[in-house]
């Protein structure tokens, strides 16, 4: 029939072009997880401190070099049905470090994929860390695409190519991009049984060990230590009993201070390895260093609850009187200012007249009132989390007509000190390229507060972030001490613990302004240097009551 379309025989030249495309994209993939086999060597000769973590790493590294020789095997089977060749196995098994007797009697491709050189190693652990983060995201997506290769081409492709995605001491029970093939290893239980799940939990332990050293009394509490050993184990059953445990003898607010170091770790681990499908992806982004797109149990889209925060914001003067700290002017005085509007929805914004006769605004953003779900302001906790997530938000809109209120001269300097959530909401003011076009945002200083995200559109906005390792706020977008992404050198960074092991204790801005004055006084003393042009003569305190609509 004249309308009929020849699809290619194997020998046709539509054929042979599918065939030499497919092998290409095979042999790409073979290469591709070759050099994830030699990142993670490298990787695993920095890791002698961490000898478990080393070992780990190391056995990674063979899987990876098993996958690309199972993906070469399958290129080799695809180019055979178009050439009818194929080479000999001598030298394979040496060079990519597989048992001599596994390809017994198979014939491979003549030109194997290139074996990379090991590149120079990463500088430390959190460096090692981090490359694991990476080569755990590459297997992953090297996954998803043999994945897709699956229907490409032969029955005897496939079945080479099923094999390499099933291997398990290559990628696993790996087959992946897609509900269907998610649905398939979570109703088999092998959903976290694949090499890109084994590597992104290594980089977690990795990074919980970063952490232990630096709190040692993490290990000093026996159902802290028994929660993190049993979810590194993947045995759901024994942590949630150390997390029982661990809430009835200790208390909500001390367990949830003495976890609070290591949380975005354990948060991870849990959504990895747990049988929920749903949180699959907060893993993810905590270990590839990304803001979480889904809540931490039910996997809920943050973006459902961040819709619940609506509104235009608005605000109103207030006219009752406020006895304010007048002296000093510098960060200590801003928290006890804070303290004094507290998290009420009102916002205090202070003119000064500073050493050089400079008029300067000196902008004081509370946090959200703790309890509080929905109150009508834009501080309550889908307002925080709607801060925490987003670049825009009732508060930020709210603050915007505050200012607009105090009728500011365009181009005045403005500095933004906020705690928590107000940390959160300063630095989406500092990220608005509409805000920065009204005014000069010199400082951000943020205490307390969620933040690594964010970025300032002027890159002169100084930024400091001031954060207690025992309070679980700052580490609720995924990046806790341990985390080794998002290291912001440009900023200035307060990162300390000290003896307030109890939450919400350790977060509230009575502790914040004490450890500022008494356990890390540099860092006070630093911030207040770069607070001296907002540090003069009060010329008004103008206090704004702040709503969502």
């Known amino acids: 029939m004249g309308g009929a379309r020849n699809r290619g025989t194997p020998g046709s030249l539509p054929g042979i072009q599918r065939t030499s495309a497919l092998s290409a994209q095979v042999r790409a993939e073979a290469r591709r997880m070759a050099r994830q086999a030699a990142r993670l060597r490298s990787a695993a000769r920095v890791l002698g401190a961490v000898r478990h973590c080393q070992v780990l790493a190391q056995q990674h590294a063979a899987q990876c070099a098993t996958t690309a020789a199972d993906l070469a095997y399958a290129a080799g089977i695809i180019e055979q049905r178009r050439t009818g060749q194929a080479g000999p196995v001598p030298g394979w098994c040496a060079e990519y470090g597989i048992a001599p007797g596994r390809w017994q009697g198979a014939r491979m491709p003549a030109e194997r994929p290139a074996v990379f050189a090991e590149p120079e190693p990463p500088q430390d652990t959190v460096a090692a860390a981090r490359v694991l983060a990476a ?25 080479a190519l099923w094999r390499a995605a099933t291997d398990p001491a290559g990628y696993g029970f790996a087959p992946d991009g897609g509900p269907v093939w998610r649905a398939a290893r979570w109703l088999t239980r092998r959903d976290d049984d694949t090499l890109a799940v084994q590597i992104a ?18 290990l000093d509490h026996p159902d802290v230590h028994g929660l993190i050993t049993a979810l590194e184990a993947d045995r759901q059953l024994a942590a949630a009993r150390s997390l029982h445990k661990l809430l009835t003898t200790a208390g909500v607010e001390d367990a949830l201070a003495a976890v609070a170091p290591v949380l975005t770790e354990l948060l991870a681990l849990n959504a990895l390895l747990d049988e929920n499908p749903f949180n699959d992806s907060l893993g993810w982004d905590i270990v590839g260093g990304r803001m979480p797109t889904v809540s931490p149990i039910t996997g809920v889209p943050m973006s459902w609850i961040t819709r619940l925060d609506q509104g235009e914001g608005r605000a109103v003067l207030v006219t009752e009187p406020f006895t304010f700290v007048q002296d000093g002017g510098g960060i200590v005085e801003a928290l006890r200012n804070l303290m004094v509007i507290g998290s009420t929805g009102k916002v205090l914004l202070r003119e000064t007249r500073g050493p050089d006769g400079v008029v300067r605004y000196l902008l004081h953003l509370p946090g959200m009132a703790m309890g509080s779900v929905r109150n009508g302001s834009p501080q309550d906790l889908v307002g925080a ?18 200012l607009g209120l105090a009728e500011i001269p365009e181009g005045a300097e403005l500095a933004i000190v906020g705690h928590s959530e ?10 608005s390229v509409a805000v920065n076009q009204l005014y000069r945002i010199t400082h951000v200083i943020a205490v307390g507060s969620p933040i690594d995200f964010k970025t300032p559109a002027s890159a002169s906005t100084w930024v400091a972030s001031v954060t207690n390792h025992h309070d679980i706020v700052p580490s609720l977008d995924g990046q806790g001490p341990g985390s080794p992404h998002n290291r912001r050198d440009d900023w200035y960074i307060v990162d300390y613990t000290d003896d307030t092991h109890e939450f919400p204790l350790s977060h509230s ?10 356990a890390v006084p540099e860092a006070r003393r630093h911030i207040d240097e770069q607070l001296t042009p907002y540090r003069g003569e009060v010329l008004r305190d103008l206090v704004y009551q702040l709503s969502d609509r």
């Open 135 to 159: 080569v755990a995201e590459e297997v992953r997506s090297s996954a998803v695409a043999v994945t897709a290769l699956l229907g490409a081409g032969s029955p005897r492709a496939f079945r």
């Open 201 to 218: 939990v290594t980089s977690l332990k990795l990074r919980l060990e970063i952490v232990r050293q630096a709190h040692p009394e993490i």
């Open 509 to 518: 801005m009575q502790i914040y302004a004490s450890n500022l004055e008494n």
């Open 385 to 402: 989390i709607r801060n925490a997530c987003e670049a825009d938000s009732p508060y930020t809109q709210a603050v915007c007509k505050a």
């Open 422 to 431: 107000g940390g959160a909401a300063a630095m989406n003011l500092a990220q």
